[in-house]
């Protein structure tokens, strides 16, 4: 199975067949899309990584407290029971590719499945 990642304002370029879904933990306002929230990152830990730009302690924290708690089967099970059969999906959240984002160890994540490839659109 192949998924994508992408960011909030890279939506608009994603051609039609591919459905965004955010995973972050509040949308932007203008958002009307899907969302998956148990892999947005904890307000405490984020919170704390917005002070201290501190990316191995959120790291920690991300694993510990989201990723632990699922398995990527799961995850792309709870996903593609919302979508219509053989759709791709785009999971979401703010910052460019080129930014530290919780979206790349969910990214990584995933493929530790053997059956999930993960490519940032």
């Known amino acids: 199975m192949k998924i994508f990642t992408t960011y909030f304002a890279n939506v608009r370029n994603l051609p039609q067949h591919i459905v965004p879904i955010s995973i972050s933990g509040k949308a932007p306002d203008w958002w ?6 148990r892999l947005a990152p904890k307000y405490s830990f984020f919170s704390v990584w917005k002070e201290t730009q501190d990316n191995e302690y ?3 924290h991300f694993y510990e407290e989201v990723l632990s708690k699922l398995t990527p089967k799961q995850v792309i099970d709870d996903i593609v029971v919302k979508l219509p059969q ?3 999906f785009a999971l979401v959240c703010y910052e460019a590719p080129n930014k530290f984002c919780h979206r790349h160890l969910v990214a990584e994540w995933l493929k530790t499945d053997g059956d ?6």
């Open 86 to 88: 053989e759709t791709t």
């Open 116 to 121: 999930i490839e993960v490519e940032e659109f």
């Open 32 to 37: 009307n899309g899907l969302e998956y929230r």
């Open 58 to 60: 959120y790291i920690k």
